[in-house]
């Protein structure tokens, strides 16, 4: 056994000594990415260490066959999961994407991400994940109704409001999650509006929900830039991603006087050395699904985008985009993951003997599923909070979790991942050993 999968040498007779094949690194997934980084906390867990191997391995897995009868009268069968990955600190909890390219191992790692996301912020969950390998853009509403609503029913197994609480995630949204409430509700017969999050506000969900990520974003950008001496007044901001997150984080830096030079999406890329007219490119997007195509700016290859001159780089799309490939030509000095997983192993390696700072996703994004948090402690107690409060809460903790992280950062004189890693995984595993093994 490669000490990559770290898998102890020698094993008591009996027990599984080595990962099951869907659990090794491949190390060109994600889940392979998300090993390296549990193998580099590794080292500073203390006598924690010993319960290493249970971030190595999901709790649960669970792959559905998800039918659906297509508007033209055919059966199509799509491939969907639900992965709880920890659950010691509480109920599992983290999004569901509707995605082409989504894989098992894709969504194993973005469980364990929650886990640790979760933890680093100290909201009182385990991580969880879902995903149906699906382009949502092919299906009609009726469709993306159907398939949503059989996808709830074959993981109704595991979810619930006090089990595992789904929300957004890449290509899903207050909608989808009023009918995975509705789903769940009818078959548990009373309406649970606790078992997802990020619902439209009339159906329980919470004011500032939609734009929390965003949100987050900006607020521990804010506290990088003031750690770091870089002033975010005419600081140039390259964004890749303009949905809920890259599209919001852009919005609060040009509101701070920043410039957002250069934006990328699925539509295309492009650039005003300027200063993009945020707004308009906000109501463009509204209306025409992307960027591609708006007036004010010039457009960029794809691959150019990522030699942009500026000082704030924001990758909010997907996993696995700052590459050993490109991260050489990166001439940001703040990297913000507003995605769960974009940066590589050896990109981040890259970045760090650059100089580069890179706030990893696993505390940048955590503005979403805290205020995640607070939709659920308001449906509990059927009392809700104004949208003031809410974002005045979101900002405390995310100010307070990144301060900590700085400091055991300084501390162990490692970067910010490692340093939430630390934080987080200790969570995790001293609440592991409290609870012990059962039987
Ligand atoms: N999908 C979001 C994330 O990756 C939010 C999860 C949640 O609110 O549960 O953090």
Sequence with gaps: MSSSTGAPAATPA????????????????????????????????????????????PKRILIVDVPIELDNGTIAHY?????????????????????QDV?????????????????????????????????PKKLSM????????????????????????????????GQIMAWMMDTYSMNVGATATGVVTGKPVDLGGSLGRVEATGRGVYTVGVEAAKLTGLALEGARVAVQGFGNVGGIAAKLFAEAGAKVVAVQDHTGTIFNGQGLDVPALLAHVKTRGGVGGFAGAD??????????????????????????DN??????????????????????????????????????????????YFEWV??????????????????RIMQEAFAGIW?????????????????????????????????
Aim: glycine letters at 10%; one cysteine or more.
């Design 14 to 57: 009996g027990a599984v000594h080595t990962l099951p094949s869907y659990l090794q690194a491949d190390h060109l997934g994600p889940w392979g990415n998300y090993l390296q980084q549990v193998d580099r906390v590794t080292p500073y867990l203390g006598s924690l260490a010993r319960w290493v191997e249970t971030l190595k391995r």
């Design 103 to 135: 894989t098992l191992s894709e969504v194993m790692a973005l469980s364990a991400w929650m886990s640790v996301k979760n933890a680093a912020v100290n909201v009182p969950y385990g991580g969880a994940k879902g995903g149906i390998r699906v382009d």
């Design 327 to 372: 991260a050489g030509q990166i001439k940001a000095k703040l990297v913000i993951e507003g995605a769960n997983g974009p940066t590589t192993t050896e990109a981040d390696d890259i970045l760090h003997d650059k100089g580069v700072l890179v706030l990893p996703d696993v505390i940048a994004n955590a503005g979403g599923v805290t205020v995640s």
């Design 299 to 324: 457009v960029m290859k794809a691959e150019e985008f990522w030699a942009v001159d500026c000082e704030i780089l924001i990758p909010a799309a997907l996993e696995g985009q700052i590459t050993k």
């Design 142 to 173: 009726g469709e993306l109704e159907r398939l949503t609503r059989r996808y709830t029913s074959e993981i109704g197994l595991l979810i619930g409001p006090s089990k595992d609480i789904p929300a957004p995630d890449v290509n899903t949204n």
């Design 79 to 99: 491939e969907g999961y639900r992965v709880q990955h920890n659950l010691s600190r509480g109920p599992g909890k983290g999004g569901v994407r509707f995605h």
């Design 378 to 395: 308001q449906d509990f107690s059927s009392f809700f909070w104004s949208e003031d409060e809410i974002n005045a809460r979101l900002v």
């Design 407 to 439: 400091q055991v950062a300084q501390e162990h004189k490692v970067s910010l991942r490692t340093a939430t890693f630390i934080v987080a995984c200790k969570r995790i595993l001293h609440a592991r050993e409290m609870r012990g093994l059962y039987p």
